[in-house]
């Protein structure tokens, strides 16, 4: 039985289609990191959101920049859009998150879901933060729970609860369109590893069966694209029938213990992210630095032997 949320989505879906009241979306491609930022407006309005942005960083010198975030705010300022949402589809252990930069630079609350009280926990005792760390969610201005609505501009808006990659994924629905995070990716390539702390396999199994309830015309944006065996180019757009249909890990007729099954067979042979240990520690802190000690820097722990 379809849950009250995801039907009164599935209506807003449909309204949204049928009156045009769709948002217009713009996309930047990172290659380093093959992420998706997306910036989704109302055309008739011109108020807009970001989702998932990307800080640029160096590793190896130990050096952010922010080029990439950059150019989303050259579109933004051109397009004369005015930004009320950055939105974070969960705590990314693959990239850092541009959105103090983007917030100094466009305005707009930094959002996540309200689970992200659950992964700042787990991540406390990972890298021993200090007492001074909050663990309440309060450096994010807004935390969304399941079903909560919201808008961009006149175009309604509600957040998902996603879990299973992380416990705090959301997925934001705006009109037509789904932006998914790292819930699903591209049908030829499958779906999000569940072994990182407070992943799941199951959960992400059920997670994802509730997007798909969605009507099969809502527009998917993804966060990452890896360029699928076969295929030559990045892709970041589908559909929710093209997910049922053919999801290479989850299409319609995969059991669920039949996902499980593939899955944590399949993290089993994943190496780490090599950016996870600076992403998360900055992630978890809405993209912003640990604070800085005597000498005025700003430091980021490397746990030994530990993940």
Known sequence: MTDPIIAETIQQVEAARA???VPMVKT???????????????????????VD?????????????????????AFVKSEGLSVDWILETHAHADHLSAAPFLKAQLGGQVVIGADITTVQRTFAGVFNEPA???QDGSQFDKLMADG??????????????VPGHTPACLAFV?????????????????????DFPGGDARTLYRSIRRLMELPGETRVFLCHDYQAEGRNTYVWETTIAAEREG???VHEGVSEDEFVAMREARDATLAMPKLILPSVQVNIRAGHFPEPEA????????????L
């Open 28 to 50: 930047f491609f990172d290659g380093p990191t093959f992420t998706a930022t997306h910036v989704v407006w109302d055309p008739a309005t011109k108020r807009a959101a970001i």
């Open 19 to 21: 009156s045009g009241q």
């Open 148 to 161: 909560e609505t919201f808008a961009v501009g006149t175009i309604p808006a509600v957040a998902l609860h």
């Open 247 to 249: 999801n290479i890990q």
């Open 174 to 194: 705006i009109g037509d369109a789904v932006f998914v995070g790292d819930t699903l990716f591209m049908p030829d390539y499958g779906t999000a590893r569940c």
């Open 53 to 73: 942005s990307v800080l640029d960083f160096d590793q190896a010198s130990g050096r952010t920049h922010t080029g990439s975030a950059e150019a989303v705010v």
């Open 132 to 134: 001074s760390f909050a």
């Open 295 to 306: 000498n005025g820097v700003s430091y980021l722990k490397l746990p030994l032997n530990l």
